[in-house]
């Protein structure tokens, strides 16, 4: 997300706190492509970035900014698996958008095995401007590389809304909780959706989905002793 109190605080607050739980954390604040190609160290991975749709399928939008050299260095993606899409903004900047076949190339069939994935991306699992259902096309890649849960939005969600029901629900998992548990109890507590408290007000309310086994546990990175 982008660098302002209002983004950073809130992961620098959930740092210390889960940190003080005797959780190990490391936050990327500078997310490249490079980095999304090594996920494996990690036992929960939560993207908190921003999401749209590019080709008819949901995607990541990391803040790298595209250049001569990042192109060369990210030529294979770019031309060979077109597994990830450059993409000019309204101020004249070109980035790039992370495509669901980035992640089946960089992991294979087992390369996430054990993880857990929750993304707080806008569009994870699609949105009402082109699909009347979810797309799970983005969740299924990390499930074909062995993630055993993936946990992301339907629609354009709202910031708060998404880092509330993220940080309730793996809190509770990291409480020994299954992930339909958790994630129930969240929705018990911030709504069905981001916008289940004046649904006239929100066209298109935003709501939680997951791809993986209801009975998920967290039994790789419990709580240290």
């Not at 990210?74 to 309204?90: G, N, R």
């Not at 074909?144 to 993220?166: K, Q």
């Not at 006239?200 to 419990?222: R, V």
């Amino acid at each position: 997300f982008e660098d302002t109190p209002y983004r950073r605080d809130f992961y620098a607050s959930l740092q210390q706190d889960w940190s003080a739980e005797n959780i190990s954390v490391n936050v990327d604040s500078e997310v490249t492509v490079a980095d999304l190609a090594n996920l494996t160290p990690y036992d929960v991975i939560v993207f908190s970035m921003h999401g749209s749709t590019y080709d008819n399928q949901p995607i990541l939008a990391i803040n790298e900014e595209a250049t001569t050299d990042t192109d060369l260095l990210y030529s294979q993606y770019l031309t060979e698996d077109y597994s990830i899409a450059k993409v000019m903004y309204l101020d004249g900047s070109s980035h790039y958008w992370i495509l669901p076949e980035f992640f089946r190339n960089c992991y294979g069939t087992d390369g996430l095995s054990n993880k857990v994935v929750y993304s707080e991306s806008c569009c994870f699992y699609g949105c009402d401007c082109y699909c009347t259902d979810i797309d799970t096309s983005l969740a299924q890649a990390f499930m074909d590389a062995s993630a055993e849960a993936v946990i992301g939005y339907y629609n354009s969600v709202g910031a708060d809304y998404s880092r509330e029901v993220m940080r309730s629900t793996l809190e509770s998992m990291f409480d020994g909780d299954t992930l339909d548990t958790s994630l129930q109890k969240s929705i018990g507590i911030y709504g069905v959706s981001d916008g289940w408290e004046d649904p006239a007000e929100d066209k298109y309310p935003a709501s939680p989905h997951y791809l993986g086994s209801p009975e998920t546990m967290l039994t790789h990175s419990a709580k240290a002793p």
